[in-house]
Every structure is written in C-alpha cells, then in structure tokens.
C-alpha cells in the first residue's frame, strides 16, 4: 500500500504545472478582439460621422462678426424676427436689438409661459397691453409688436443695444442685453443676407407624407405654404415673383423684387435662401440654392456647398421641397 500511495503521489507531482494558464489565454483573445471591435467601431465613426443620424440636430451661424450655435426651433425664430425687420424696414441696429432681446427673454424660443401672465419670445404681457396670449404666441405678430414699440422709442438708434431694449422692455435686470450683443451681430448679419451663406443646419429627419399638388395648383400645398410664409414674414412687397415651377409643383423659384439691385439684391436674395434653410425642418424644404451654392438638408450640417448647377446670386433663389 505504501508503494501504491508512492506511486501515486508521484503521478501528481509529474502532472503538468500551470493547468491555471487556460485563463491568461482566454483573455488575451477577448482584449485582442475588444480591440479589433473597438478598432471597426471608430473606422465606422470616421467614415459615417458626417451622416445626420451620427450628429446632436441644431445650426451653426457664422458671419465675419464671429460663429454661433443654435437649436433648431431658435435658427427658426431668429429667421422669422431679422425677416420681419425686413418687412417693417427696421435698420440692421433694430433687428439685432430685437434678436438680443429674444435671446435673453425666452432663449429665442416661443415659450406658452413666464414671469406672471408673459409669453412668447419677448416675454410680453396681455395684461400689459401687448395683445392677447394667442396673439402674443404668434412669432410674426409679437415681432411686429416690438419692432412697433422700439421704432416708437425716441432717439432710439443713438442708444447703446442695452439702452434700447430696456426703452421697450423695462426689464427688473436692464443691462442683462449687452451680454448678446455679438450674438444678435452675427444673427442679424446672416438672416438679413449681408453675410451671404453663414447657415448651417443638422436637422432631426422629419419625414413628410409624399404630397401631389391639387387640381389647378402650381405647387404643391407645402411649396404654397413656404411662399405664403415668405411673404407674410418678409412681406409681400419685399418678395418677388415666384417662377421656374417644375411640374410637379415640388420645386420652384423666388426672385428678389426689381426694385432691388447691386449688393442689396444679393442680400435679399441670401436673406430669402438661410431663411428657408432655417426654416426647412418644420416646412419640409428638401433643398435650397443660390449665389452658386446649395444647402440640402440631407447634408445641412455642411453648410452651402459650392454648386456649378445653382443661380447665380442675381437669379432667383430655387427651393425644393420634399416629396
């Protein structure tokens, strides 16, 4: 028995060591293929990283003045107060007076609440005489409201941007304005059309029902209701003619009025193109081009792309609208 029991001691001690080492193996495969995963997953970043569904949605404003970032629902509001300005012919201090008052009131977004009974993107008061809250949440109406009450400020354009507001507002923090000023500099620029193509937008992939135009229509309802807007924002005898319809009304042409030339013209047309581009994500606008350059709001986040196909900045500004 003890040579048995010898014997298989020593079985045990020939048996190989480090029977343990199967999960040193086992590892080193797993961080070998972690890192390959991790290797595909940043070449998948670097090559699709451009695409929509890879980027946070919201603009990029740019003018000599500086670059800003905005949301979606702000590029859209801040369009809709500089083409007001436009409508009402408020000088460019005017609408960056308005745009850093929106900025600081509500953010630039058309808020249903405020301090006490204020609402909307000046933060107005139906109590205060403003109009009603309906009226108020109407982007165009309490724009128009506050163009109204500023150009009624005496001395006006002789005040700092600060000044100015509060003339309108009477705000409890008076001086919070100044803080916007370049902000509501490089808005204003762009959305007026001085600092021509400054607009860049990455938006959330709306989808849209496919839409035929209606029986004796030119365009189709949606197209109809970008030119109905245009004009009610810039004003209809701020806008030109509409032509160059495709037939199957989807696309169409905006000219700047005749009246307009030179360097003028080539601004209003810009002002009519980031318009529609900032505009594109609740209007269904697929495309817009001009001056050379095109912005798709497949690849809005690009910015306007140089395009040998788009009008010249004295053509009309062509807008295509989804399906």
Not at 139 to 145: A, E, G, H, L, R
């Amino acid at each position: 028995m003890p040579r048995t029991a010898q014997t298989s001691h020593d079985t045990q001690a020939l048996a190989p060591r480090g029977g343990g080492g199967g999960w040193l193996k086992a590892l080193i495969v797993a961080l070998v293929i972690a890192g390959l995963i991790a290797a595909a997953a940043l070449w998948a970043v670097h090559k699709l990283g451009h695409l929509s569904i890879f980027q946070s949605s919201g603009c990029t404003v740019s003018s000599p003045a500086g670059s800003m970032s905005l949301d979606l629902e702000q590029a859209k509001n801040a369009s809709t107060i500089a083409a007001v300005g436009v409508s009402m012919n408020v000088p460019s201090f005017g609408i960056e007076v308005a745009l850093a008052t929106a900025r600081q009131e509500s953010k630039l977004h058309n808020l249903d609440y405020g301090d006490r009974d204020s609402v909307g993107l000046f933060q107005q008061r139906p109590s205060q005489g403003w109009g009603t809250q309906a009226q108020i949440l109407d982007p165009v109406y309490s724009t128009t409201k506050f163009y109204q009450a500023l150009l009624n400020v005496s001395g006006w354009q002789n005040m700092s941007l600060t000044q100015a507001a509060q003339a309108v507002q009477k705000s409890g923090s008076p001086t919070a304005y100044a803080q916007w000023e370049q902000f509501a500099t490089v808005l204003s620029a762009v959305f007026t059309g001085s600092a021509g193509a400054g607009l860049g937008c990455t938006l959330d992939g709306p989808t849209f029902p496919a839409q035929a135009k209606g029986a004796g229509a030119l365009l189709t309802a949606r197209g109809q209701a970008v030119v109905n807007e245009l004009r009610t924002e810039f004003g209809s005898a701020n806008v030109g003619k509409v032509d160059g319809i495709a037939a199957d009304g989807r696309s169409f042409g905006v000219t700047v009025p005749s009246s307009i030339s030179g360097t003028a013209a080539s601004a209003r047309g810009w002002a009519y193109a980031n318009w529609a581009a900032a505009q594109a994500e609740t209007m269904g606008i697929a495309q817009v081009s001009y001056g050379g350059k095109t912005w798709s709001a497949s690849d809005g986040a690009a910015g306007w792309k140089a395009d040998s196909s788009a009008t010249a900045a004295a053509g009309p500004v062509h807008i295509v609208m989804v399906g």
